[in-house]
């Protein structure tokens, strides 16, 4: 049986799955082994950099996470995708406003994206959540 033609294997294609697999389980360590393990090998895989992007984040290497970006950014523009996962990034940092700069252009794009829309929702929660009154009075 000969295979379709049209049909293309990338050495990442399994760190990829693997790393895919570990991130959704919460395993974010193994998750960045699998994903950097995924760019070593195809260093042009969007999808490789976002994902070790992603679990940087998770595992707080938020120095790792901006240059895993940037190298998606390089390589495939600024998606709604990586839009979101910088803000989203931005976020558990702490920084609300590049968060919401980052959401707000992703949902230019993609105003229906109901990912992008909890976000934000999100986002104002947080905001409400930790505003104080001034000089600390109740």
Not at 86 to 112: C, H, I, T, V
Request: proline share 7%; hydrophobic share 30%; net charge positive.
């Amino acid at each position: 049986m000969q295979e379709p033609t049209d049909v293309k294997y990338y050495p990442s294609d399994e760190p990829v799955r693997l790393g895919l697999e570990h991130y959704n389980r919460g395993s974010y360590g193994l998750s960045q082994r699998y994903f950097k393990d995924a760019v070593e090998k195809s260093p042009k895989d969007v999808t490789a950099w976002i994902g070790l992007a992603a679990s940087y984040d998770k595992l707080r290497r938020f120095d790792l996470a901006d240059q895993a970006y940037a190298q998606a950014i390089r390589l495939g523009g600024e998606t709604v995708q990586i839009l979101n996962d910088q803000g989203y990034s931005y976020m558990l940092r702490g920084n609300l406003n590049a968060a919401r700069r980052k959401f707000e252009k992703a949902y230019s794009l993609d105003p229906g994206n109901p990912v992008i829309a909890n976000n934000l929702e999100l986002l104002n929660g947080s905001r409400r959540f930790i505003e104080r009154p001034p000089n600390n009075q109740p």
